[in-house]
């Protein structure tokens, strides 16, 4: 496998303050290729906050920093593991600064790890300047999960990608990663049992929507719904270790070939047993 690490770090941010709009398509705008998820590389840049550092005081963007020889080191030993389940053609992993986000606000710093793929093969992964090892092999595994060129997500469009389609996207990601690293997810907790029953039935009405919207409430948190942080990971991560168990599904790559509805159904008759 042909594989390239960019790390973007704070110094050279930094660097190219000047022209950072500049600086900045240069590295994202040619990773974008027409299976791209994210087709603006300014959306991208605005995901990762990165156009905050035209005006961070030095300083302040300097404690940003980390070792990018551990970090290659890290991605490289996690590639490897992801290789030997995961087939990848070109794999690219840019590392950004991981700013932080309103939900990061009772969160360990060390814990700040992020990713987005923005389609095969090309993966963007924001990390802290120490960032928790455990945690970032099982953020990069995740991504990395999302990343294959198998995985049929990349045959669907914005317009055709349901809740049901995202549950599994994101339950077969963290299937393969905790199976593989230690679990450190930080908001796992606030997804209780009663939490759950009122969240199954939210997604049991809205399985089919594909609407944008609607779906960031369900999937990422939504107070007036009761939905806490990242329910729908938690959520979808139940529900895909469940099938992949019941289902007897030794390979993690043959999960990408199961049907969503049936991932879901199997894991609400669980319940209603």
Excluded at 7 to 23: A, D, Y
Excluded at 26 to 51: C, D, H, T, V, Y
Excluded at 169 to 183: I, N, Q, R, W
């Amino acid at each position: 496998m042909k594989y390239t690490l960019n790390q973007i770090t704070p110094e050279e941010l930094i660097e190219n303050r000047i022209n950072l709009k500049g600086f900045l398509q240069s590295q994202i705008s040619p990773l974008i290729g027409s299976n791209s998820w994210m087709q603006n590389w300014e959306q991208l840049a605005k995901r990762f906050q990165l156009f905050k550092f035209a005006a961070l005081p030095e300083a302040e963007a300097l404690k940003y920093c980390w070792n990018p020889e551990e970090i290659k080191a890290t991605a490289e030993e996690t590639c490897r593991e992801a290789e030997r389940h995961l087939h990848f053609e070109s794999l690219t992993i840019i590392i950004v600064p991981a700013l932080p986000f309103p939900w990061f606000q009772n969160v360990d710093q060390s814990l700040w790890t992020n990713g987005y793929t923005i389609g095969p093969d090309t993966i963007f992964l924001a990390i802290p300047p120490q960032p928790d090892p455990d945690f970032l092999k099982y953020m990069l595994a995740h991504e990395l999960h999302h990343a294959s060129p198998e995985n049929p997500i990349y045959n669907l469009t914005l317009g055709t990608f349901t809740l049901a389609d995202w549950y599994k996207m994101e339950g077969g990601a963290e299937h393969f990663s905790l199976s593989l690293y230690k679990d450190k997810r930080w908001w796992k907790q606030e997804f209780t049992e009663e939490i759950e029953q009122n969240y199954m039935e939210i997604a049991r009405q809205n399985l089919n929507t594909a609407d944008e919207f609607l779906k960031s409430k369900i999937c990422f948190g939504n107070k007036e719904m009761g939905i806490p942080i990242f329910a729908g990971y938690t959520f979808a991560y139940k529900m895909a270790r469940h099938y992949a168990e019941q289902e007897k599904i030794a390979r993690y790559r043959d999960l990408y070939q199961a049907d969503p509805h049936e991932i879901f159904n199997s894991y609400i008759i669980k319940g209603a047993i």
